[in-house]
């Protein structure tokens, strides 16, 4: 099983549409039922979670070989970054206590940068966050 978060979006629904097309099985997790219609009708499981709860997140993780991260920026968010490093934070906590064998994580040029990036600072944070689990 594929599980793709953001699955709605545009990375994460290309992701979606080329695991199906392969023939392969695929959760495609999203914030609202509603907009998962089409990925339903391609053969997709859905999953709704909510990103900023590692148990949620963990659920959709159940049974998962390889799992697509990204983390969705909310414009409207009154603290942006604080709102992005307590999603990632969930991810990583949620991919540390049931650790499927592959993740890819959606980063960002300059990620690897530790100050002076502005809201990049929040993939240089996920990359961290993940480090220790290609360790394992």
Known sequence: MYTIFGATGKVGHATARAVRDRGQPVRAVVRDERRGRELVEWGCELAVADVRDHASIARALDGAEAVQVICPIVPTAVDAPADLRGIVDA??????????????????YGAELDSGTGIT?????????????RAM
Not at 94 to 99: C, E, Q, T
Not at 121 to 133: D, T
């Open 91 to 108: 991810f990583a906590e949620a991919l540390m206590s049931a650790p499927p064998p592959t993740v890819l994580a959606i980063s960002d």
């Open 121 to 133: 600072l929040i993939f240089h944070h996920l990359e961290q966050s993940l480090r220790s689990f």
